[in-house]
């Protein structure tokens, strides 16, 4: 069974800090994604990564993906309470599709203006 | 575009009870996959629907069943509901093609409470 492990679980910061958020699995992974997930609606995918090492940037945000792609990481730069949410990583086990994912704990994050 | 939309929004069940869930998937997906989400967890991998039959499975009980209509449209199905039922169920909506497959796009759920 692959599992994927978030930390922090929560995390609540004042507008403005930094924060990274970790997602880690034994197990190899051919792609990560993270998603966005507010209250009362669907997870909103944020990124896709695919090459072990590969880092992408999305504004304020940006995401690694480990070189033996079993984990990732999210780094927020000046947290705005617009990112307040629950951050989702989900992998793609090997020889399987983008759409066929596991999905982690979660961290729920709270950004207090 | 028209989006991944879910219906009914909310539902209240008893235990011992069936419940169908619907789904009408993004235009120009043709791949249905289904989530169960417990309060404060992430999302559990149902199944997936692919050209009306099911495409892979979670670790969920055979009294959770789907179907996928020819219009790519999906229903979950759960017999004899039970309290650990309770939770939001996620449809997510994917484009499958010889060479890419996209990502998934999820609606905004049902929230199922059983008592």
């Known amino acids: 069974t692959q599992l994927l492990e978030q930390s922090p679980q929560f995390l609540s910061i004042q507008e403005g800090e930094n924060l990274t958020v970790y997602c880690n699995s034994s197990s190899v992974f051919s792609s990560l994604q993270w998603y966005r997930q507010e209250p009362g609606e669907g997870p909103v995918l944020l990124v896709t990564?695919?090459?072990?090492?590969e880092v992408k940037k999305l504004k304020r945000l940006t995401f690694q993906f480990g070189d033996a792609r079993k984990d990732s990481s999210l780094h927020i730069t000046a947290a705005q309470p617009g990112d307040t949410g629950l951050y989702l990583c989900?992998?793609?086990?090997?020889?399987?599709?983008?759409?066929?994912?596991?999905f982690g704990p979660g961290t729920s994050l709270s950004v207090i203006p | 575009e028209t989006g991944v939309t879910q219906s009914p929004t909310h539902l209240i069940k008893t235990r011992g009870q069936q419940v169908t869930l619907r789904c009408s998937s993004q235009?120009?997906?043709?791949?249905v996959s289904w989530y169960q989400q417990a309060l404060g967890q992430g999302p559990q991998f149902i199944f997936q629907?692919?050209?009306?039959?099911?495409?892979g499975r979670g670790n969920f009980p055979p009294r959770f069943s789907g179907l996928q209509f020819p219009n790519y449209s999906s229903e979950l199905n759960v017999n004899a509901l039970e309290l650990d039922d309770s939770a939001l169920y996620l449809c997510a909506s994917s484009r499958r093609g010889s060479s890419y497959n996209s990502p998934l796009h999820f609606g905004n759920g049902t929230r199922l409470t059983v008592t």
């Open positions: 990564v695919v090459t072990g090492g």
């Open positions: 629907y692919y050209r009306e039959e099911e495409n």
């Open positions: 989900a992998g793609a086990p090997m020889k399987t599709s983008y759409d066929k994912v596991i």
């Open positions: 235009s120009g997906h043709n791949t």
